[in-house]
């Protein structure tokens, strides 16, 4: 097995709501994780300029007036962000995101929005920089495991205590112990009824790890498109691109 780092960097956000185009960052945690246990943390709370949904609020318990009262101005907090995220990239620090084309993307459109180097622009230019999603990896390590693959459900599989779900500090560093747990593993008991991939996961290198999870998630994406189609919605598109969805181009006249 190919030795871990000690140090990985945990990444989460709290939003206004799902769209990557037009929604917002309410609150954000960078958590750098040493030896498996929180070392220093850094969190924000933003005021992302609009109101945030009663059905936002419900999930991170952020309303629109405490962000308005106590919430960073939201260029200032986006360039704090940014600036976070390239620290980890170009110091080589696996930068750990549940469900990574989700954050980032939102991360790269605020970045736009805020005439702030774009997330696409700092990966291209960190030749060391590593991001790991571990809703990517278990989805590939055990992929035909029953259940929801929520970050709550993952935790609660490998055995990480989340206090505080949806909190994003608490998401940040559940995420890192979650995939810590999923790059120890070169055999899981539990699944002896079923088949497993450990072994594509195990004793691979970050860098290569890194690059099989964009391949990973677009088969990944592929198949659950198939199954949608035949199965619900015959139009049905899901997102096959990863870490971040590229940004649409403008329709010509």
Same mark, same amino acid.
């Given at each position: 097995m190919?030795?871990?780092?000690?140090?990985?960097?945990?990444?989460?956000?709290?939003?206004?709501?799902v769209s990557v185009e037009?929604?917002?960052?309410?609150?954000?945690?960078?958590?750098e994780v040493l030896h498996g246990a929180p070392r220093r943390s850094r969190e924000w709370l933003v005021d992302p300029g609009v109101e945030i949904p009663a059905e936002a609020t419900k999930v991170h318990k952020i309303t629109t007036e405490r962000a308005r009262r106590d919430g960073m101005n939201t260029i200032r907090a986006t360039a704090q962000i940014a600036g976070q995220i390239w620290g980890a990239l170009s110091a080589g620090i696996p930068l750990v995101i549940m469900n990574a084309p989700y954050d980032l993307t939102l991360l790269d459109r605020e970045c736009r929005r805020?005439?702030?180097t774009p997330v696409t622009e700092m990966l291209a230019s960190a030749p060391d920089g590593v991001v790991l999603d571990p809703y990517v990896l278990d989805r590939r390590?055990?992929?035909?495991?029953?259940? &929801?693959?929520?970050? @709550?459900?993952?935790?609660?599989?490998?055995?990480?205590?989340? &206090?505080?779900?949806? @909190?994003a500090g608490a998401d940040a560093l559940a995420a890192v112990q979650v995939t810590q747990e999923i790059l120890r593993t070169a055999e899981d008991e539990r699944a002896f009824n079923r088949s497993t991939y450990h072994h594509e996961v195990h004793g691979r290198s970050l860098g290569e790890l890194y690059a099989q999870q964009r391949l990973w998630f677009a088969a990944q994406s592929a198949g659950y498109q198939d199954w949608l189609r035949r199965t619900k919605?015959?139009?049905a598109v899901?997102?096959?691109e990863w870490p971040i969805i590229p940004m649409k181009e403008?329709?010509?006249a």
């Open positions: 190919i030795a871990l780092p000690d140090t990985f960097m945990g990444f989460d956000l709290e939003t206004t709501g037009q929604d917002r960052i309410v609150t954000a945690a960078m958590v805020n005439d702030v390590v055990d992929p035909f495991r029953p259940g &929801k693959r929520t970050l @709550e459900s993952l935790a609660a599989y490998y055995g990480v205590t989340l &206090k505080g779900a949806h @909190e919605n015959p139009s899901v997102n096959g403008p329709a010509r």
